[in-house]
Nanobody, 123 residues
Framework: QVQLVESGGGLVQAGGSLRLSCAAS????????MGWFRQAPGKEREFVVT??????SYADSVKGRFTMSRDDAKNTVYLQMNSLRAEDTAVYYC??????????????????WGQGTQVTVSS
């Protein structure tokens, strides 16, 4: 069993930055795919980014603004979010351990989810 705990969410003005962290416990994340999804009010969960350690894939909506990194030694992944927009407002979820039977953009692909952290961008 893996526990994922996010932190770093909050309220920021449009154009600002936030850095989310996700600490994993229970198993090492090394060699496993980790990523981030988000869910805005009234909308379905949306793929943001995923990394298997060798490559990283971003949703078009965040490409060039968000950067995912991982520190396998600390069992932690990060999401640096720059140039934030009002439409980035959502609960952000850390996800991990992908089932390769599913697309990387599918929520079903990921075995473990964090509890989520709220990001609110004021315009």
């Amino acid at each position: 069993q893996v526990q994922l705990v996010e932190s770093g969410g909050g309220l920021v003005q449009a154009g600002g930055s936030l850095r989310l962290s996700c600490a994993a416990s229970g198993r090492t994340i090394s060699s496993h795919t980790m990523g981030w999804f988000r869910q805005a009010p009234g909308k379905e969960r949306e793929f943001v980014v995923t990394s298997n350690g060798a490559s990283t894939s971003y949703a078009d909506s965040v490409k060039g603004r968000f950067t995912m990194s991982r520190d396998d030694a600390k069992n932690t992944v990060y999401l640096q979010m720059n140039s934030l927009r009002a439409e980035d407002t959502a609960v952000y979820y850390c996800v991990g351990f992908r089932n390769r039977a599913y697309s990387i953009t599918s929520p079903t692909a990921y075995t473990y989810w964090g509890q989520g952290t709220q990001v609110t961008v004021s315009s």
